[in-house]
Structures are given as C-alpha cells and as structure tokens.
C-alpha cells in the first residue's frame, strides 16, 4: 500500500539524516514507527487496571480490586427510570 504524508521540512531532514546515518529507508523507519505507535495505544490502560494492579501486589483482598459500584456508570438507566415513573411509562 502507498501512503503520501506531508512533513514538515525540519521533520523530513532528521528523517532523511537517521535514514542515513542508519542504512535504512524512509518506509521501513515510518512502518516500524507506526507499529511501535499503535502497539503502544494497544496496550495503555486505565487508572483502574493499574490500581487493581497495584492493589495485588502489595496483598490487598480481592475486595480493594473488585470492579467499582460507580453511580456514574449508571445514571443514564437511572434518570430513564425516574423518567418513566415520573411521566408513566
């Protein structure tokens, strides 16, 4: 697949200067950038996942890590219920 991106002229010569100094091409430097890039967004996580991680390792009980009861998470079926009271549906 061709792909066409538009750099910056100071982007585009410390591209070409790394190429160079590396012996590699422009594609293979940009693919191999790109798979670094979305592996990386793959595998961010959550503040959650990283307290439940943390909470493990220092021997929390399973409690600490459990998946929170967050209101937030479901005021929209709660404000549709008091709705439909409210207007009898």
């Known amino acids: 697949m061709t792909l066409t991106v538009r750099l910056d002229p100071q982007l585009e010569s410390q591209l070409e200067a790394y190429c160079q100094a590396e012996g590699a091409t422009k594609s293979a430097v940009v693919t191999q ?5 979305l592996n990386t967004l793959r595998q ?3 503040p959650y996942e990283v307290y439940q991680e943390v909470a493990r ?3 929390l009980d399973e409690s600490a890590v ?3 009861t967050d209101n937030s998470l479901h005021y929209r079926q709660r404000l549709k219920a008091k709705l439909n009271v409210k207007h009898g549906r």
């Open 57 to 59: 390792e220092n021997g």
């Open 66 to 68: 459990t998946e929170p």
């Open 33 to 37: 950038a790109l798979r670094d890039f």
């Open 44 to 46: 961010q996580r959550t």
